[in-house]
């Protein structure tokens, strides 16, 4: 996976992210590579900070992507 794939990816969940007005952070090589160190390692870490009343609502955006299993617990 290059640089554009992994961005390719990443991109769909951060604007469900950004429609739902959820704060959210981005590690892993994406961050390092944007800071100008590039990594050997071809990662995103989304740490996403979510609310309660975030939760339904982001996982029926994201269902569409099917890159979540959702769990009844």
Same mark, same amino acid.
């Given at each position: 996976?290059?640089?554009?794939?992994?961005?390719?990816?990443?991109?769909?969940?951060?604007?469900?992210?950004? &429609?739902?007005?959820?704060?959210?952070? #981005? $590690?892993?090589? @994406?961050?390092?590579? !944007?800071?100008?160190?590039?990594?050997?390692?071809?990662?995103?870490?989304?740490? &996403?900070?979510?609310?309660?009343?975030? #939760? $339904?609502?982001? @996982?029926?955006?994201? !269902?569409?992507?099917?890159?979540?299993?959702?769990?009844?617990?």
């Amino acid at each position: 996976m290059n640089e554009h794939d992994l961005l390719s990816a990443m991109m769909p969940v951060v604007r469900c992210m950004e &429609a739902l007005k959820i704060t959210y952070y #981005v $590690g892993g090589s @994406v961050a390092s590579s !944007a800071l100008g160190l590039p990594r050997s390692t071809t990662d995103a870490d989304l740490v &996403a900070e979510l609310e309660p009343w975030h #939760v $339904g609502r982001f @996982v029926d955006a994201v !269902a569409v992507f099917n890159c979540c299993r959702v769990e009844s617990f």
